[in-house]
């Protein structure tokens, strides 16, 4: 059971009972009986969305509906059976890693940034209706109710994933708080700041192993959104594409591209893979300094105390690939993306000429 009590690095409540109002349970501190009627809520909600999606007319096709559907019950039973503890588990504040002045004003920002997250995905995803409605105001009443499902279900889905940015976003702050303290304190081993090279140890241990808890819940929630996501993407792309040779660009059809497709990709893939590199050039930075402070040092017992901090950043770095071929960092997302604004402008030339 989830103690909301419990400190935290920074207040994550708000966002989990968000994601409980879209349906995904969380094992809120209350009895048996009461945390029974909130999982009546979360199936409920579930239901609703999906009823009063597949009810109402949307424009949209039954297989992209069902596709919508599956991915929203599979996210639906993660959350029923890790009951989201996970991620409250790695928010649990370590007096280890989170107990510097430094560490509370960095979570602090990261505090502020993860609501602003949250907001502006939202507001984003509820532009949807007004575009639709913008430019097609007559089938806007018509189908008006379900826009409002559809797009309902789109920001649970965000919501839902928004564990990957989440977690991987406090890894970042964690290994800066440490950096940032090795820059500071050095290898002092006086009484009142004992920061020797086996307490860096110990604490990247402790990163890397809260880590490593965190692998299998957030490897479904990824392995879901590729396979729920992605056909889907390329599907969409390939659908925009044909409308820029045929058609032309217009306008219309850009801002729903952005807005419906782009955006669900964009507001997940890109703080993750901006986070892992900022990560990677945090610990980067953290073997220059430790290799620099190995060098100056004269205490031969000390320097193999550096020596194993140096091999234990070495060796333990945050390297994802997809499918052990595509390195999940920035670099391949901006590749990706050139690649597909090349080919748009490509199509828009040769719909000139012709």
């Known amino acids: 059971m989830i103690d909301f009590k419990t400190k935290n690095v920074c207040d994550i409540n708000t966002i989990m009972k968000i994601r409980f109002l879209f349906g995904f349970y969380c094992d809120f501190p209350f009895n048996k009986r009461f945390q029974n009627i909130l999982k009546f809520y979360c199936i409920s909600v579930l239901v609703v969305l999906i009823l009063g999606s597949w009810a109402c007319s949307t424009g949209f096709r039954s297989d992209k509906k069902i596709v919508i559907y599956c991915e929203y019950i599979a996210y639906f039973l993660i959350s029923l059976s890790t009951k989201d503890r996970y991620i409250f588990d790695y928010y649990k504040q370590q007096p280890l890693i989170d107990g510097s002045t430094t560490s509370k004003v960095l979570y602090k920002k990261?505090?502020?940034?993860?609501?602003?997250?949250?907001?502006?995905?939202?507001?984003?995803?509820?532009?949807?209706?007004?575009?639709?409605?913008?430019?097609?105001?007559?089938?806007?009443?018509?189908?008006?109710?379900?826009?409002?499902?559809?797009?309902?279900?789109?920001?649970?889905?965000?919501?839902?994933?928004?564990?990957?940015?989440?977690?991987?976003?406090?890894?970042?702050?964690?290994?800066?708080?440490?950096?940032?303290?090795?820059?500071?304190?050095?290898?002092?081993?006086?009484?009142?700041?004992?920061?020797?090279?086996?307490?860096?140890?110990?604490?990247?241990?402790?990163?890397?192993?809260?880590?490593?808890?965190?692998?299998?819940?957030?490897?479904?929630?990824?392995?879901?959104?590729?396979?729920?996501?992605?056909?889907?993407?390329?599907?969409?792309?390939?659908?925009?594409?044909?409308?820029?040779?045929?058609?032309?660009?217009?306008?219309?059809?850009?801002?729903?591209?952005?807005?419906?497709?782009?955006?669900?990709?964009?507001?997940?893939?890109?703080?993750?893979?901006?986070a892992l590199d900022l990560s990677e050039d945090e610990i980067k930075k953290m073997k220059i300094i430790t290799l620099n402070k190995r060098l100056a040092c004269l205490n031969e017992r000390q320097k193999m105390e550096i020596q194993q901090l140096f091999l234990l950043l070495k060796n333990n770095s945050l390297r994802y690939n997809l499918w052990r071929v595509?390195?999940?960092?920035?670099?391949?997302?901006?590749?990706?993306?050139?690649?597909?604004?090349?080919n748009a402008i490509a199509i828009m030339q040769a719909k000139n000429l012709n």
């Not at 920035?330 to 090349?342: A, E, H, N, Q, R």
């Open 326 to 342: 595509v390195p999940v960092n920035l670099k391949s997302v901006l590749i990706f993306l050139s690649f597909g604004v090349t």
């Open 110 to 274: 990261l505090e502020r940034l993860l609501k602003y997250f949250v907001t502006i995905t939202i507001v984003l995803k509820m532009l949807n209706i007004f575009v639709f409605c913008g430019w097609n105001l007559t089938k806007c009443i018509n189908e008006l109710d379900g826009v409002l499902f559809i797009n309902l279900l789109w920001i649970g889905l965000l919501l839902a994933r928004l564990s990957l940015p989440v977690i991987y976003g406090l890894l970042y702050f964690r290994l800066r708080v440490l950096r940032m303290t090795l820059e500071s304190k050095g290898f002092s081993n006086s009484p009142q700041n004992r920061f020797t090279p086996k307490k860096y140890i110990t604490i990247y241990e402790k990163i890397m192993k809260d880590l490593l808890k965190m692998d299998y819940p957030l490897k479904y929630v990824f392995i879901i959104f590729l396979i729920g996501s992605v056909p889907k993407l390329l599907q969409n792309s390939w659908q925009f594409l044909n409308s820029l040779k045929n058609y032309g660009p217009e306008i219309s059809k850009i801002l729903e591209f952005t807005l419906e497709c782009l955006h669900s990709y964009i507001v997940i893939i890109l703080p993750i893979v901006v």
